[in-house]
């Protein structure tokens, strides 16, 4: 569609409407369907029902819904591709707006940064953040079409798996104000390596040098800082991660300073009050397993089992080198999307694992299997319903508890056993 187009689809059709939604199983009274295709599915096949549901519009990219149900002419809006107009109609919502965005992109920790972040904010500003993991080239723009005139702060996350993708995020939010939490080594497989991962990383800092925006990093970090000093057009906040000091949190893990460091800049920086600042992140209690910490009654679990790579691995593993417990345990499943350096990734995880003092390993995947080679000193599990049977002939009791690995390893299923 062109300029015009989505002006008038914003004018005549959006702004009529409740909200939008590419499920055409949960279709909200009055809202804008969008039938995106998929790999299976084509969502030009259930534009229709959507509308028969309670949209108002549906938004297809096929002649198909048309012929078949001609009684529906002027509710279904011809495109030539459903995906690019969410993502144009969401550019113009947040134009539209006019509002202050800050995206947060990076290798770990954007999530709870950005809950940090949009929680601090809301002590002063009417804030909408994304909401679960509505951080790609879909969830962005349902993202943003979710604010409303009365939002005052985005908050938008921003996830990527190859170059290019942070960039498209960034031509579809158009952030005025960014963070990168840090440059890790996740997803290498579709970066094509570490160097990769800093150069699509980077690309939110290429968006803010380029119009104007702002970025907020910690001096303590070199890479970050040197990232900053080749983009010389991009205005900096440089912060000491040492105002996180004496700010109480309930989440694990000294890694997880940084992200209440940032939190704290950007909340100084928009006014926030600083016992507001203390109070927004001292409230905030982790419940989707991402540095939380369990008290089970049996166990000390430290979840940390939502997504997982070298990184965020090697963080959470020094963590647990530091706890005072005299009984460790870490459960650990493999870490996906490394291609050609999955071996030694693993290797090394292990290998840093197995320095604990007097520490039992088990490792779920055959990832992890293959770095064991063996090893005696491990116990290896071929998948996480084979770690199931075992932990339940084989009960936990008086351990503190690592459960990390990445996403599809499903290690939240051990979580009810310990």
Same mark, same amino acid.
């Given at each position: 569609?062109?300029?015009?187009?989505?002006?008038?689809?914003?004018?005549?059709?959006?702004?009529?409407?409740?909200?939008?939604? @590419?499920?055409?199983?949960?279709?909200?009274?009055?809202?804008?369907?969008?039938?995106?295709?998929?790999?299976?599915?084509?969502?030009?096949?259930?534009?229709?029902?959507?509308?028969?549901?309670?949209?108002?519009?549906?938004?297809?990219?096929?002649?198909?819904?048309?012929?078949?149900?001609?009684?529906?002419?002027?509710?279904?809006?011809?495109?030539?591709?459903?995906?690019?107009?969410?993502?144009?109609?969401?550019?113009?919502?947040?134009?539209?707006?006019?509002?202050?965005?800050?995206?947060?992109?990076?290798?770990?920790?954007?999530?709870?940064?950005?809950?940090?972040?949009?929680?601090?904010?809301?002590?002063?500003?009417?804030?909408?953040?994304?909401?679960?993991?509505?951080?790609?080239?879909?969830?962005?723009?349902?993202?943003?079409?979710?604010? @409303?005139?009365?939002?005052?702060?985005?908050?938008?996350?921003?996830?990527? =798996?190859?170059?290019?993708?942070?960039?498209?995020?960034?031509?579809?939010?158009?952030?005025?104000?960014?963070?990168?939490?840090?440059?890790?080594?996740?997803?290498?497989?579709?970066?094509?390596?570490?160097?990769?991962?800093?150069?699509?990383?980077?690309?939110?800092?290429?968006?803010?040098?380029?119009?104007?925006?702002?970025?907020?990093?910690?001096?303590?970090?070199?890479?970050?800082?040197?990232?900053?000093?080749?983009?010389?057009?991009?205005?900096?906040?440089?912060?000491?991660?040492?105002?996180?000091?004496?700010?109480?949190?309930?989440?694990?893990?000294?890694?997880?300073?940084?992200?209440?460091?940032?939190?704290?800049?950007?909340? @100084?920086?928009?006014?926030?009050?600083?016992?507001?600042?203390?109070?927004?992140?001292?409230?905030?209690?982790?419940?989707?397993?991402?540095?939380?910490?369990?008290?089970?009654?049996?166990?000390?679990?430290?979840?940390?089992?939502?997504?997982?790579?070298?990184? =965020?691995?090697?963080?959470?593993?020094?963590?647990?080198?530091?706890?005072?417990?005299?009984?460790?345990?870490?459960?650990?499943?493999?870490?996906?999307?490394?291609?050609?350096?999955?071996?030694?990734?693993? !290797?090394?995880?292990?290998?840093?694992?197995?320095?604990?003092?007097?520490? !039992?390993?088990?490792?779920?995947?055959?990832?992890?299997?293959?770095?064991?080679?063996?090893?005696?000193?491990?116990?290896?599990?071929?998948?996480?319903?084979?770690?199931?049977?075992?932990?339940?002939?084989?009960?936990?009791?008086?351990?503190?508890?690592?459960?990390?690995?990445?996403?599809?390893?499903?290690?939240?299923?051990?979580?009810?056993?310990?």
């Amino acid at each position: 569609m062109s300029e015009t187009d989505i002006r008038e689809l914003y004018d005549n059709c959006f702004t009529r409407c409740t909200g939008v939604t @590419t499920d055409s199983r949960n279709i909200p009274a009055g809202s804008m369907f969008f039938a995106l295709r998929g790999a299976s599915f084509d969502g030009n096949d259930f534009a229709a029902d959507a509308i028969d549901k309670g949209a108002s519009f549906a938004v297809v990219d096929s002649d198909e819904p048309a012929r078949r149900r001609p009684d529906l002419a002027g509710r279904l809006i011809r495109t030539d591709n459903v995906l690019g107009t969410l993502q144009a109609l969401a550019r113009h919502h947040r134009r539209t707006l006019g509002i202050p965005i800050a995206g947060i992109v990076g290798s770990n920790g954007k999530t709870t940064t950005k809950e940090l972040v949009s929680r601090v904010l809301a002590e002063k500003f009417e804030v909408y953040a994304t909401h679960g993991n509505l951080n790609n080239h879909i969830g962005v723009p349902l993202t943003l079409l979710a604010m @409303t005139r009365d939002t005052e702060f985005g908050v938008v996350e921003m996830g990527a =798996s190859a170059c290019g993708e942070i960039a498209l995020l960034a031509s579809i939010a158009e952030p005025n104000y960014g963070v990168i939490t840090n440059i890790g080594r996740s997803h290498l497989e579709g970066f094509g390596g570490p160097e990769g991962v800093r150069r699509g990383k980077g690309e939110l800092f290429d968006f803010l040098a380029a119009n104007g925006g702002t970025a907020f990093i910690p001096r303590e970090d070199a890479t970050l800082v040197e990232m900053a000093g080749e983009r010389p057009n991009m205005a900096v906040e440089y912060y000491p991660r040492s105002i996180a000091d004496g700010i109480d949190s309930h989440l694990e893990g000294e890694y997880n300073r940084a992200n209440i460091a940032v939190a704290v800049e950007i909340g @100084t920086y928009f006014g926030v009050a600083p016992e507001r600042i203390a109070n927004a992140i001292g409230s905030y209690i982790p419940d989707n397993n991402r540095s939380q910490r369990i008290e089970s009654g049996r166990n000390t679990v430290i979840s940390d089992c939502y997504n997982a790579n070298p990184s =965020s691995m090697a963080a959470a593993i020094e963590n647990m080198r530091k706890e005072t417990a005299h009984r460790k345990m870490l459960i650990l499943g493999d870490m996906l999307e490394l291609g050609e350096w999955s071996r030694d990734e693993h !290797r090394r995880i292990l290998q840093s694992a197995l320095e604990i003092p007097d520490v !039992r390993i088990l490792l779920v995947g055959p990832h992890f299997a293959e770095a064991a080679d063996g090893n005696a000193d491990v116990k290896c599990f071929a998948s996480t319903p084979e770690l199931l049977d075992y932990l339940k002939a084989n009960p936990v009791e008086g351990y503190t508890v690592l459960v990390k690995g990445s996403h599809s390893m499903a290690l939240e299923k051990v979580l009810k056993l310990l």
